[in-house]
């Protein structure tokens, strides 16, 4: 009898360790390869740049209104549309691009690598409002 109270304790003990554990896997991100110069790879502000913006409260927490640049939907190009926010020289230069960047900048909310790669594909096309 001892040696099977021994035996369940240890299956239970067993069972109990191997139930709690748990790892999440890290993907790592795969950032897109934009080539500014293909039209088949051009990016929309309103599709894909404003929602960085606007969606999950990523920007337009504090940029929305009280803040500039203010970022809320009907407003954002506008707001980055100047020579303050957007190099169209030096596209790695624009701070719409740097101080969110994952790795550059220094701000509270960040983009993710394939954001701040959208952003300079975008810049690097024009900047356009479409």
């Known amino acids: 009898m ?3 109270f021994k035996i369940l304790v240890l299956v239970v003990i067993t069972a109990f360790m191997a139930s709690s554990c748990r790892y999440d896997w890290i993907i790592p991100e ?3 390869v934009i080539d500014p110069n ?3 790879q051009q990016i929309s502000f309103s599709e894909t740049i404003l929602p960085i913006f606007t969606s999950g409260n990523n920007c337009t927490a504090c940029h ?4 500039i640049p203010d970022l809320r939907a009907d407003r954002a190009y506008e707001a980055i549309n100047t020579t303050r926010y957007i190099n169209r020289s030096e596209p790695e230069q624009s701070r719409i691009y740097t101080v969110p960047h994952p790795e ?3 701000h509270y909310k960040k983009y993710t690598a394939t954001q701040a790669a959208l952003i300079l594909a975008w810049i690097q ?3 356009k409002n479409n």
């Open 30 to 32: 795969v950032v897109p």
């Open 2 to 4: 001892n040696n099977i």
């Open 38 to 40: 293909d039209p088949s």
């Open 64 to 67: 929305s209104g009280s803040q």
């Open 125 to 127: 096309q024009g900047a």
């Open 104 to 106: 550059l900048g220094s």
